[in-house]
């Protein structure tokens, strides 16, 4: 990886796959390593579902990620949040900064623009991989959209933005508790573009440093302080 910025350490990877376009993939991610994808190739959005791994009951809750942070728009030291106000997944890097989390995910409606084919969508690789974990319709909520970017006008309209990820552009998340990642490599459904064209994405899971108390994100405002608490006394119960 000597080519990538923030190259990682052979000996701390613990997994490294690539995930062809349209293709879906899931993965426990262990408290404190760290899941980097890349988009070798550059991408027109990779939809993101997150679980509790141990109580999947609990799941990534788009809508107090946004409120808690006051942006609906993620970045570098940002935070997935829970529907129980703990968190799933830190920021700890990303080169290129679009992620939203209104857009939603693709389906065979939205699919329908690119004619007839087999062209994967999000909502149908969500089920087949939830399916697999013992999980199923009812688990799929609102999900993450990594490397694309939407426009809001003032009136509440979602809009493409002509946003990506470009070549080699990538997003690292530090797991703060044992999380199922469920990615769908379909274009984003508000993209407007007629030709499908998923490029492959790669998924590393490697030892990343642990956090520390003084860490930025965990002490970067009274919001993240409290998800951090709410998450570390939910993690000394399981011990």
Request: aromatic share 8%; with cysteine; charged share 20%.
């Amino acid at each position: 990886m000597s080519t990538e910025p923030h190259s990682i350490n052979p000996a701390l990877v613990a997994w490294d796959e690539v995930i062809p376009g349209g293709a879906y993939w899931s993965r426990v991610i262990k408290h404190g390593t760290t899941l980097r994808l890349i988009a070798p190739e550059g991408s027109r959005g990779v939809a993101l579902l997150c679980h509790n791994a141990d109580n999947a009951i609990e799941r990534y809750n788009a809508a107090d990620t946004a409120k808690i942070q006051f942006n609906a728009f993620l970045k570098k030291g940002m935070l997935l949040y829970s529907d129980m106000g703990r968190v799933l997944f830190s920021i700890t890097e990303d080169t290129a900064g679009l992620n939203d989390t209104l857009g939603g995910c693709s389906n065979l409606t939205t699919n329908a623009k690119y004619g007839d084919g087999d062209y994967k969508n999000s909502r149908d690789n969500f089920l087949l991989a939830l399916i697999k974990r013992n999980l199923g319709k009812k688990d799929i909520m609102p999900n993450l959209n990594l490397f694309t970017r939407i426009a809001v006008d003032p009136d509440g309209n979602l809009s493409w933005a002509e946003k990506t990820a470009q070549p080699g552009d990538f997003i690292d998340l530090r797991a703060e508790m044992n999380v199922l990642a469920v990615l769908s490599n379909c274009p984003h459904p508000l993209d407007p573009s007629s030709t499908y064209d998923a490029k492959p994405i790669r998924a590393i899971v490697w030892n990343a440093p642990a956090s520390t108390a003084d860490d930025p994100i965990r002490t970067g405002n009274p919001e993240a302080v409290r998800g951090f608490q709410n998450t570390d006394a939910y993690l000394g119960q399981l011990v």
